[in-house]
């Protein structure tokens, strides 16, 4: 019952966190929309409900909630996805899989927080924690969480200005693989390639930058026999010298890449480290058969210099 409390606290959270403001009300009190008052108010009172749930009433004050979202939604309308979100993260009101709800809870919260405010940055940074070591207590330990939680810290703002540059210092995944062949496995391959040791990125004031393209890698693998199976690597780095120019635009914590050809990226910003994730960062073909290939999605991290 404690992980499901802790799954409730994060869905109180981002409920609160996404409805309320702190501003002060001005003006005369509405009169002409009391029906979507009283929805508001219905699913206000749900969500408390919801939260003190025990194992034998937990699916039954689930599905009340559920209702009264989607009654708020059909009577307020939802213009933002907000309360959409919050429904469709509540399943089916089974707790038949924890991962799965720990794992959409950390998603939301990365995306509050990745559009954080100077305001809000520090509040919305610690129910990412939150939900961040939530999912690491159901799903299992991770290594590219337990990483994300050391960046985040005491979740301090430091400021740390965008413009200038940036150098490539990691290739994080969800994988541990011995890419050196020592014996010894990482899920930082940046650590185990002789290569891309001097990749940086600048960004100018006036909203234009360039990528320094320095180094590429050729990598391939061989499967190993026997019965713990797993391969061989071999990484073959050239030389090379790309200047690749781009536009970006900021946004709180989030920043938009544009190539001159059109391609988007977005990158997130925490302090002095900057991250990109590319579905195919990590790509090794097969020495046996190049019809056979890892591709594996990478998150490239920057620090600032």
């Known amino acids: 019952m404690i992980k499901r409390h802790r799954l409730l606290y994060v869905y109180m ?173 990482t899920n930082n391959y940046l650590d185990e390639i002789d290569c891309y040791d001097n990749e940086t990125l600048t960004f100018n004031a006036d909203g234009t930058g360039t990528l320094f393209l320095r180094s590429r890698a050729d990598i391939t693998f061989t499967p190993l026999s026997g019965p713990q199976g797993g391969e061989d690597f071999f990484v073959d780095c050239y030389s090379i010298s790309e200047d690749v120019p781009f536009s970006w635009v900021q946004n709180a914590n989030s920043i938009t890449f544009t190539l001159t050809d059109g391609t988007v990226s977005n990158y997130f910003r925490n302090g002095n480290s900057l991250y990109v994730a590319f579905d195919d960062g990590f790509y090794a073909t097969n020495t046996e058969d190049s019809n056979s290939v890892i591709v594996e999605r990478v998150t490239f991290v920057y620090y600032k210099i």
């Open 13 to 185: 959270v981002l409920l609160f966190g996404l409805s309320c403001h702190d501003e002060p009300y001005e003006g005369d009190f509405p009169t002409e929309n009391n029906a979507c008052l009283l929805a508001e108010q219905a699913t206000a009172d749900a969500a408390a409900s919801f939260a003190m749930a025990s194992d034998d009433n937990f699916s039954l004050f689930c599905q009340i909630y559920r209702d009264a979202l989607e009654n708020q939604i059909e009577i307020c309308g939802d213009g933002d996805g907000s309360l959409q979100l919050l429904l469709d993260n509540l399943g089916n009101c089974s707790d038949e899989d924890l991962c799965a709800e720990a794992i959409a809870a950390t998603e939301i919260a990365q995306n509050n927080y990745e559009n954080a405010t100077d305001n809000n940055s520090e509040a919305l940074c610690n129910v990412y924690k939150d939900a961040l070591m939530y999912q690491i207590e159901v799903c299992g330990d991770d290594s590219l969480l337990q990483a994300i939680l050391e960046e985040l810290g005491d979740c301090e703002s430091e400021f740390v200005d965008t413009v200038g540059t940036w150098k490539l210092v990691g290739w994080v995944t969800n994988v541990l693989r011995d890419i050196d062949n020592d014996g010894i496995v």
